[in-house]
Structure formats: structure tokens, C-alpha cells
């Protein structure tokens, strides 16, 4: 029986607080994240922590697990910190996290036999994380464990009492005698030491213990506590509002007024009709880009509801009709509001947040078909919540290696106004927000832009972001390969032209 079966099993109480190797490995991941990240920029930074803590989450775990059982775990770890090599981003950061924490379970032997049970797993898992450290040191000081460690620890320092004194008069002499440890010494004064005492660097260091003390101890909030959240009142609730008369007669109701709105989409958006008077294509699809996607998303949940494990819609043909009908229709709604959005962004150009409404609606388009495959081919619910899982994995793992501030930048240059796009007149309050990977994009627009005022002002621009570029630490934990191909563009194009003679070149 692996521990993922037996997990329920282990009284908390007799869980230790960990072996001695485990805690060693825990202050050295304290110790390489107080190197690489405190009050350090992100960059390859990121990328190397990530190694380290995953080679001490394989080094606390000794001999218990073999090493062919850890080989993908690990190879995994690369894999999905590949992201932080070519730039820090919130989905590179989560998507290295996500491989550590597979390492971790892995160690721990508590991976699921199949990757649908991966889901609960890692929220029995996450749920307990954060609390993790706290409960394990209070765990350890109630059972007293202090009380057979404290003479051990008396005597392995008495027993390293003369080597480090010693040692230290050997170094003093050494330092003597070689300048270059001299100047090594030197550094080390007590204001180093006062330093390292820090209020900010002590908080640093109990948060990086936190995070880091579940992946070298991982253990699984218990199947009895995760189920606590549901009741019997709630599930008879359930049964009362989802039966299936309810259902039938809301599912009509759905499917009528949801054919109204999709023959208007049909009509305006995909046929071509002509708007009411005074109203824009544009505007049209403004005010129904992000409700549409909102009555997807509760439209998923009442197919779930009623289409649940032992629920009417599993008997009545009837409702599995209308909750075909009503997927498909939800479908063109994803699809019309993603060509809502696509007008949008073609006459006021693009957004951080307008692409990622454009994903979000992908992805809740993809949702809803996953849901029409379980119903068809009768797969559980958690079936259905691996697979979204894992689309939506996917699309953040790819997702960190786009330069979004670039894409940005090049479409609203491309489309806009001044350059003949047929958008709106370029934002370059709004690209000097995208930060400096915009520049290649501005140096587009100063070549091509008419007029001698907007391109100096474009070209203030580009000197304010190359200016902070050049600002940034230039130390190696800051380093990445989106910095690295910008220096050498930067390097290659240090001025733009901004006289009229430009246009010609």
C-alpha cells in the first residue's frame, strides 16, 4: 500500500518534525534563497533556486525512493522552469513551482496511480502547505523532542569546540600570510553580521522556510477534512432545485434565450447586417465581449449541476437533448465573443488585459466542449477537471515564453492611426507602461510616423525606456534571455533618427 492510500491512516501526532537531514536541507534552501533572491531582481535567479530546491528535495529523501522512480520528477523540474531562463513571470514562476511540487510528491510517494487523481491530490496537498512549518514546530515542541536532542547537541558541540577554535586561530595565521584571505576577512565586520539581522531579512528568511519545509516534508490534508466543506443539507437543497422538472423547464427557458442572442451575434457579427443607427461595430462588441463569457461560465455550472453523477440528466433524454443544444449554443457564444473582442481590438487597439480575455474565452470555449465529451463518453467529474487542468497548464506554460509588452507594442504600432492601421492614435502613455520591450516596436513607429511633434514625442519615449533599461542591475542573478536579446538590439540600434529623412529609409 503506497502512502497515498494509507495517508488518513497516520495519526498527526505520531508524524515527527522531521529527520535531521531534511532540516539541513531546508536551512541550505533558506540559505540559497537568501543569496539568489533577497532584494535581488528576478531573473536567472529564479531559474537557479529552482535546481537548488530541487536538488534538496532529492537529497532529503535519501534512499526511500529510488532513483528511477525520481529521474521524470526531476527531468520534470527542468522542464517547467525552462520559462524562468527566458524571462521572470508570474505563469514561469507558478509553472517551476508546479514541477516542484510534483518532486516533492514524488519523494513522498504520494503521486496517484492515475493522473485524474493528480487534481485532488495536489489540493489536498496545497491546502495544507501553507501551514505546513507551523504545525510541524508545534507538533515537535508538544512531543518534547528537545528533550533527547539537547544533550546530543551539548555534546556534538563540545566535540567541535576545539576543532573551530583552532581552525580559527589556523585562518587568523593564514590571513596573515596571504593577503588575498586577508581582504576576505576584512569583509566579514559586525555590521556584516548586523545585517544579516535585518527585521526584512529574518521575515525573508521564516517566508522562504515556509515555502520551501512542504516540499522537503510533504504530506496530504485528510480525504475527512477536505470532505467537511459538503453537508447533507446542501446536497438536499441540490436535489430539491435540480430535479428534474426544474431542470427541463430551465433548460427550455436557457435554450429560447439564448437563441435569441445568438441569431443577433449570427446576424450583426458574423452576417454582416447593418447596426441600429449610431451604434458602432466596435461599440457593439464592447459591450459584449466580457458578459458573454461571464453567462458561459454560469452556464457550465448548471450543466454540471445537472448533469451530475447520479442526477436526472443521466435518466432523461430528453434533458441530455437540451443540454447538447445548450452547449453548442454556449459554444458560439465563446466564439462570438471572441470575434466581439477581435472588432474591439482592431479600432482601439490591444491590451494586456484584452489578450487575456482572449485566452479566458478560449479557454472556457474548450471547457465547454470537454463537457459535451464527458457527457458522450460518460467520464467522471474528475476526468473533466484533469483535462481543464491541464489546458489551462498548458496555455500559462506557453504563455510564459511570449514577450507580451513586444506583441503589444508591434500590433498597436501596425494598427494604429498615424501609420494607417485603422485603429485608433497610438497610446505611447500606454507603451511606456509596457517597459522597455516595447522600444523595437517604438523605433517602427519614429521610422514611419509623419509629422515632426509625434515623433519626437515617440522619441522621448524610447529615451525614458532605454534609460531605465540601462538603470537595472546589471549583476548576474538579474540576467535573462529576453534582457540579453534587448542589450543587443539596444547595442545595435543605440538612436533613432527622428529628422525628417527617416521616412526614406
Same mark, same amino acid.
Given at each position: 500500500?503506497?502512502?497515498? /492510500? ?6 498527526? /501526532? ?56 525520481? @529521474? ?25 513551482? @508546479? ?103 529574518? @521575515? ?37 432545485? @435540480? ?70 440528466? *443521466? ?30 481590438? *482592431? ?102 510616423? *509623419? ?55
Amino acid at each position: 500500500m503506497s502512502q497515498t /492510500e494509507n495517508q488518513d491512516a497516520i495519526p498527526a /501526532e505520531q508524524v515527527p518534525f522531521g529527520a535531521a537531514t531534511t532540516v539541513a536541507f531546508g536551512v541550505l534552501a533558506v540559505a540559497a534563497s537568501d543569496y539568489l533572491l533577497f532584494v535581488q531582481r528576478p531573473g536567472i535567479n529564479l531559474f537557479i533556486w529552482t535546481l537548488v530546491v530541487a536538488a534538496c528535495i532529492v537529497g532529503s529523501c535519501g534512499r526511500s525512493v529510488g532513483p528511477q522512480r525520481l @529521474f521524470w520528477p526531476a527531468a520534470g523540474v527542468l522542464v517547467a522552469a525552462l520559462p524562468l531562463v527566458e524571462a521572470p513571470s508570474l505563469p514561469g514562476w507558478l509553472s517551476a513551482l @508546479f514541477g516542484l511540487s510534483i518532486l516533492a510528491l514524488a519523494c513522498g510517494d504520494l503521486l496517484p496511480g492515475r493522473l485524474t487523481g493528480l487534481p485532488e491530490i495536489l489540493l489536498r496537498y496545497g491546502l495544507l502547505a501553507p501551514v505546513r512549518l507551523l504545525q510541524d514546530v508545534a507538533r515537535a515542541f508538544r512531543s518534547q523532542w528537545w528533550v533527547g536532542v539537547m544533550p546530543r547537541a551539548m555534546q556534538g558541540i563540545v566535540v567541535w569546540l576545539v576543532p573551530v577554535l583552532f581552525g580559527i586561530v589556523f585562518l587568523s595565521l593564514f590571513g596573515m600570510a596571504n593577503p588575498v584571505i586577508e581582504q576576505t576577512l576584512r569583509r566579514f565586520t559586525p555590521e556584516t553580521a548586523l545585517a544579516l539581522l535585518d527585521p526584512g531579512r529574518m @521575515f525573508f528568511w521564516l517566508f522562504a522556510a515556509a515555502l520551501v519545509w512542504p516540499l522537503l516534508a510533504p504530506r496530504l490534508l485528510r480525504r475527512s477534512q477536505l470532505a467537511a466543506v459538503t453537508s447533507k443539507p446542501a446536497e438536499q437543497k441540490a436535489s430539491v432545485l @435540480f430535479g428534474e422538472a426544474a431542470i427541463t423547464r430551465s433548460l427550455i427557458v436557457f435554450n429560447a434565450l439564448f437563441a435569441v442572442q445568438t441569431l443577433l451575434d449570427v446576424a450583426y457579427l458574423w452576417g454582416g447586417m447593418a447596426l441600429p443607427e449610431g451604434m458602432t461595430y466596435a461599440e457593439y462588441a464592447h459591450r459584449g465581449a466580457y458578459p458573454l463569457v461571464a453567462t458561459a461560465l454560469l452556464a457550465a455550472g448548471f450543466v454540471l449541476a445537472a448533469m451530475r453523477e447520479g442526477g436526472p440528466g *443521466e435518466k432523461s433524454g430528453l434533458i441530455r437533448v437540451l443540454v447538447y443544444a445548450w452547449i453548442g449554443q454556449n459554444v458560439l457564444l465563446c466564439l462570438s465573443s471572441m470575434l466581439r473582442l477581435k472588432l474591439y481590438v *482592431e479600432t482601439y487597439l490591444l491590451t494586456e488585459m484584452r489578450i487575456a480575455a482572449g485566452l479566458w474565452m478560449a479557454l472556457v470555449a474548450l471547457g465547454l466542449i470537454l463537457i459535451l465529451v464527458r457527457i458522450l463518453q460518460h467520464r467522471s467529474n474528475a476526468w473533466l477537471v484533469t483535462a481543464n487542468l491541464t489546458a489551462l497548464g498548458i496555455v500559462l506554460y506557453v504563455c510564459a515564453f511570449v514577450d507580451f509588452a513586444a506583441v503589444i507594442a508591434r500590433y498597436n504600432v501596425e494598427q494604429s492611426a498615424e501609420l494607417g492601421g485603422g485603429g485608433v492614435a497610438l497610446d505611447l502613455d500606454y507603451v511606456w507602461r509596457l517597459g522597455p520591450d516595447a522600444i523595437p516596436a517604438l523605433d517602427v513607429y519614429i521610422a514611419r510616423v *509623419e509629422g515632426a511633434e509625434a515623433r519626437m514625442e515617440a522619441a522621448r519615449t524610447r529615451a525614458h525606456l532605454a534609460t531605465s533599461f540601462a538603470r537595472r542591475s546589471d549583476g548576474w542573478r538579474g540576467w535573462s534571455f529576453r534582457d540579453a536579446r534587448l542589450q543587443d538590439y539596444l547595442l545595435q540600434h543605440p538612436q533613432v533618427a527622428t529628422s525628417p529623412q527617416s521616412d526614406n529609409n
